[in-house]
């Protein structure tokens, strides 16, 4: 409905954007750039976030941009799995039918591996989203998982990705042996002001808008609200159109993103 209004050709504040049009801030570039070269090298990698802050939408984009000629990509996103399930998990998205066993699924997964590596020439990239809920037993099996070749080379790319808990789960003493095996770490923190300025135009300008909508006050509020993080921001943004739209509004104020928030938002 906002959308003909307002003149755009799609919805800017939706997560189902082109990865090719997403707001490419700083953060998210060198993002990317540290899990290209982990990949490259077939490293161990943690990505994390607060909550809505795009840790999903950064790993969309990157694994968008991989040649898939080259790399086989993986995404677990069930992070309460066992150590068993976690092995079953991986071997099914290979196309392999798991042993009921969990040692005997491990050397399954390693002779898979070997053989995309050796035969196939391509590189396995697993990706575990939501990685914070992971059990200490499960991250004790990727520990494992990485023992490859007595521990000259990983098997594969391996990219935990989980709120900022993940982090402070790993600095644990009792989780040294995994810490000890991060290659690359990233963190994605919220927006600044500009940035969120940035994201706000940069969604619109896919949708196709050719003018403001948003008064630089009326920014000031969606910052407040959000405290720079994405999801908050599409929120704001979204039903602030809606609002505007139902008034016959062109042009959204900090009046009308104040009273939006106070009673539509949590």
Same mark, same amino acid.
């Given at each position: 409905?906002y959308?003909?209004?307002?003149?755009?050709?799609?919805?800017?504040?939706? /997560? @189902?954007?082109?990865?090719?049009?997403?707001?490419? &801030?700083? +953060? !998210?570039?060198?993002?990317?750039?540290?899990?290209?070269?982990?990949v490259?090298?077939?490293?161990?990698?943690?990505?994390?976030?607060?909550?809505?802050?795009?840790?999903?939408?950064?790993?969309?984009?990157f694994?968008?941009?991989?040649?898939?000629n080259?790399y086989?990509?993986?995404?677990?996103?069930?992070?309460r799995?066992?150590?068993?399930?976690?092995y079953?998990s991986i071997?099914?998205q290979?196309?392999?039918?798991?042993?009921?066993?969990?040692?005997?699924?491990s050397?399954?997964l390693?002779?898979?591996?070997?053989?995309?590596?050796?035969?196939?020439k391509?590189?396995v990239?697993?990706?575990?989203?939501?990685?914070?809920?992971?059990?200490?037993?499960?991250?004790?099996?990727?520990?494992?998982?990485? /023992? @490859?070749?007595?521990?000259?080379?990983?098997p594969? &790319?391996? +990219? !935990?990705?989980?709120?900022?808990?993940?982090?402070?789960?790993?600095?644990?003493?009792?989780?040294?042996?995994?810490r000890q095996?991060?290659d690359?770490?990233c963190?994605?923190?919220?927006?600044?002001?500009a940035e969120?300025?940035?994201?706000?135009?940069c969604?619109?300008k896919?949708?196709?808008?050719?003018?403001d909508?948003?008064?630089?006050?009326?920014?000031?509020?969606?910052?407040?609200y959000s405290?720079?993080a994405a999801?908050?921001i599409?929120?704001?943004c979204?039903?602030?159109?809606?609002c505007?739209a139902?008034?016959?509004?062109?042009?959204v104020?900090d009046?009308?993103?104040?009273?939006?928030i106070?009673?539509e938002?949590?």
């Amino acid at each position: 409905m906002y959308e003909e209004f307002f003149g755009l050709s799609a919805s800017p504040f939706v /997560n @189902s954007i082109p990865s090719g049009s997403l707001y490419m &801030s700083p +953060i !998210l570039h060198d993002t990317l750039g540290r899990l290209n070269f982990a990949v490259s090298h077939r490293m161990f990698a943690v990505v994390t976030a607060d909550v809505g802050c795009g840790k999903t939408t950064a790993i969309r984009k990157f694994t968008d941009d991989l040649d898939r000629n080259n790399y086989e990509v993986l995404y677990i996103a069930n992070s309460r799995l066992s150590p068993s399930w976690f092995y079953k998990s991986i071997l099914k998205q290979l196309g392999v039918e798991p042993h009921f066993y969990r040692d005997a699924a491990s050397r399954q997964l390693h002779r898979e591996l070997d053989i995309i590596r050796g035969v196939q020439k391509r590189q396995v990239v697993c990706i575990v989203d939501e990685a914070h809920l992971l059990s200490k037993d499960t991250f004790e099996e990727i520990r494992f998982l990485l /023992n @490859s070749k007595m521990d000259s080379e990983n098997p594969l &790319s391996l +990219i !935990l990705v989980g709120q900022n808990e993940l982090w402070d789960k790993l600095k644990l003493q009792s989780y040294a042996a995994v810490r000890q095996r991060i290659d690359i770490k990233c963190e994605i923190p919220q927006y600044d002001r500009a940035e969120t300025a940035r994201y706000i135009d940069c969604h619109l300008k896919y949708a196709g808008c050719t003018r403001d909508i948003f008064t630089e006050k009326a920014i000031d509020e969606i910052y407040r609200y959000s405290a720079g993080a994405a999801r908050a921001i599409n929120k704001a943004c979204m039903h602030s159109l809606i609002c505007a739209a139902q008034r016959k509004e062109k042009l959204v104020d900090d009046y009308l993103v104040q009273e939006v928030i106070n009673s539509e938002l949590p």
